[in-house]
C-alpha cells in the first residue's frame, strides 16, 4: 500500500550525500553519557540537550533525518512548537527508535536478543501520527569464545524482519539494525565472519517476512578489529574488508546502508566512512552513508557539559561532526582540515 512512499522516503534518507543522526538514546544510555560528564542526569537535561541538537543551524546541509526517542518525539520547545516539527521545518526527515530494548536471551548465557514486538502494530501507527516517517530497531550481537551461537543469529534476525514488515505495513521505512559488537580482543577477520553471517541471516528473515527491500535501510557495524586486539588494520584495510563482507550479503536492492559508530572515536569513524568511498563509491549499489550518534553528539556533549551558555559552541562542534560526515560520503575528508576547523 505505501510502497512508492517507503521507496522515495528510503532514497530521500541517503540522497544528497547527507546522512542520519542518531539521537534516541534510551533513558539508560542517555544517563550514562551524561554521568561520564558530569551531566545532571533528570528529564530537564535530556530535554534541554535534545532542543540544543534540534535547533542547531545549518544541521540539515549535512543530516537528512534524525531518529528520536519516545520522550524526544512528544517533546515541545518553550514557545510550544514540537520538536518534530522543529527538525520538518529545517529540512529533517523525523524517525523514531522502537525496540524496547536487548535484553538476555534465555538459554544463552551472554547474550541477547532486542524485544518491543508485542503492540508494536499500535505504536507505529501512534507515531506515524505524530510525524515519524522512519524507524529503527537495534539488535547487538556478542563476540565471545562460543559466541555468537546460532540461537542468537536466528531470533535476533527474526525480531528485526517481523519489525521491519510492520514498519512498511504503517507507512514508515524501517532502520534494520544488526549490530555486532567491538567490545573483545577478536580481529578483523573474526568481525568479518560474525557480520556475514548476522546479514546473511537478518536478509534471508527479510525476505520470509516479505520486506520491501527498496524501502528499508540497512544500519550495520564496520568490519573491524575488537576494541582490544592488538593489531589494529589501516582505514583503507577496514573498508576493502567492509565492502568486500556486504558484497557477500548485502542484495543489490537496498539503496543504502548506514554505519553505525559503534564506540570509534568521531575521526576514525569519517575515516574509515571516507577511505569506502574514496575507492568504492562507483562499484557497489548501495550508498555508503552514516548513521552515528556517538561519532557525531560525542564533542558535542562534552562542550555543553549541562551548561546553557556553552551551547552555542556545542552547536558549532555537532555541525562540524556532521559536516565531516558528509564529505567523507563524498571522499572529501581530510583529518588535517577536521583537527584545524574542529579547535
Ligand atoms: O542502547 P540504546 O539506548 O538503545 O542506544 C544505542 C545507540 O546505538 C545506536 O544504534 C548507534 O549509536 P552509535 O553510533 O553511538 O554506535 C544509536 O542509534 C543508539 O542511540
Known amino acids: 500500500m505505501y510502497r512508492q512512499q517507503l521507496i522515495d522516503t528510503a532514497n530521500a534518507l541517503v540522497a544528497d550525500d547527507k546522512g542520519l543522526l542518531a539521537m534516541d538514546e534510551s533513558t539508560p544510555t542517555c544517563h550514562k553519557r551524561f554521568e561520564k560528564l558530569g551531566i545532571p542526569q533528570t528529564e530537564e537535561y535530556r530535554y534541554a540537550y535534545r532542543e540544543l541538537i534540534a535547533t542547531t543551524p545549518g544541521l540539515s546541509e549535512s543530516i537528512s533525518g534524525a531518529i528520536l526517542y519516545d520522550e524526544t518525539i512528544r517533546q515541545q520547545t518553550s514557545d510550544g512548537t514540537p520538536l518534530v516539527s522543529v527538525l520538518m521545518n529545517s529540512g529533517i526527515i523525523?524517525?523514531?527508535?522502537?525496540?524496547?530494548?536487548?535484553?538476555?536471551?534465555?538459554?544463552?548465557?551472554?547474550?541477547?536478543?532486542?524485544?518491543g514486538l508485542d503492540g508494536l502494530r499500535d505504536r507505529l501507527t501512534e507515531y506515524a501520527q505524530l510525524g515519524a516517517r522512519f524507524a529503527k530497531w537495534r539488535a547487538v550481537i556478542t563476540i565471545g569464545p562460543g559466541l555468537p551461537t546460532p540461537g542468537c543469529y536466528a531470533a535476533n534476525a527474526h525480531a528485526l524482519a517481523r519489525y521491519a514488515a510492520l514498519c512498511q505495513e504503517a507507512g514508515l521505512v524501517p532502520i534494520v539494525e544488526p549490530e555486532v559488537l567491538m567490545d573483545g580482543d577478536h580481529g578483523l577477520s573474526r568481525c568479518f565472519a560474525v557480520t556475514e553471517e548476522a546479514l546473511r541471516a537478518v536478509f534471508q528473515q527479510l525476505y520470509q517476512q516479505r520486506v520491501l527491500l527498496e524501502g528499508m535501510i540497512l544500519k550495520p557495524n564496520m568490519i573491524v578489529p575488537g576494541l582490544d586486539c592488538r593489531i589494529q588494520e589501516t582505514v583503507e584495510e577496514v573498508a576493502a574488508a567492509t565492502i568486500e563482507c556486504f558484497r557477500h550479503s548485502v542484495p543489490a536492492a537496498v539503496p543504502g546502508v548506514a554505519f553505525l559508530s559503534g564506540g570509534q572515536s568521531s575521526e576514525l569513524a569519517s575515516a574509515r566512512l571516507n577511505a569506502m568511498n574514496v575507492k568504492y563509491k562507483s562499484q557497489v549499489p548501495w550508498a555508503l552513508a552514516f548513521s552515528f550518534a556517538r561519532a557525531i553528539q560525542q564533542p558535542a556533549m562534552e562542550l555543553w557539559a549541562g551548561k546553557a551558555e556553552n551551547t552555542q559552541a556545542a552547536q558549532k562542534a555537532l555541525n562540524h561532526r556532521?559536516?565531516?560526515?558528509r564529505e567523507a560520503r563524498r571522499g572529501e575528508y581530510d583529518p588535517q582540515i577536521d583537527a584545524v576547523d574542529a579547535s
Request: charged residues 25%; proline residues 8%; aromatic residues 0%.
Open 94 to 115: 523525523p524517525g523514531i527508535k522502537v525496540d524496547a530494548g536487548a535484553k538476555a536471551l534465555a538459554g544463552h548465557p551472554g547474550e541477547k536478543v532486542t524485544e
Open 322 to 325: 556532521a559536516k565531516c560526515n
